[in-house]
């Protein structure tokens, strides 16, 4: 048996089987575009991101794995917040609102129903205001998103009985 080992391929092949990867073709493209948009964000956040949870004692395990570079990440947080987080989170969160906002008053980032990436920026952000309080602040079309989708029944259902785990 065949077995599909990357998580972003399971991602959209889950998405397409449950119905969250877009009503049309284009949408989908629109999604995709916008999950790929994610991954070059996160290869250009990567090193807010290490010294963000090597600032927090809950990540002792990332502590570990990262071994002698802790202290070179731990020690330089708000150094990589200023040279790294806030211009990556203005380039992505910029590129997110247009995108928001050019898609209308549905709520989502791409057509009228719920899609992946709407989970994946919604969940992410949760990561970001548990790690680096304030720094979305500012992004209030996003917070419109982030409220809109933590309100759905079933979703809010699965956060409040899920273990809480912040990466």
Request: proline letters at 4%; glycine letters at 8%; one cysteine or more.
């Amino acid at each position: 048996m065949t077995k599909c080992s990357r998580s972003w391929a399971i991602a959209r092949f889950l998405a397409n089987k449950f119905g969250y990867a877009g009503k049309t073709p284009f949408e989908s493209a629109m999604v995709d575009a916008l999950g790929d948009q994610f991954k070059d964000y996160w290869n250009e956040m990567v090193p807010f991101f290490y010294s963000m949870y090597l600032k927090h004692n809950d990540m002792v395990s990332f502590k570990a794995m990262v071994g002698n570079t802790a202290r070179f990440f731990h020690d330089n947080f708000e150094k990589k917040k200023k040279e790294v987080g806030e211009p990556g989170r203005d380039k992505f969160y910029g590129i997110l609102t247009k995108q928001y906002k050019a898609n209308g008053s549905t709520g989502h980032l791409v057509g009228s129903s719920l899609t992946w990436i709407d989970l994946v920026v919604v969940d992410h952000m949760g990561v970001i205001d548990h790690f680096a309080p304030g720094l979305l602040e500012d992004f209030e079309e996003m917070r419109e998103l982030q409220a809109k989708i933590t309100a759905i029944p079933k979703l809010q259902e699965w956060l409040k009985k899920r273990k809480h785990t912040p990466q």
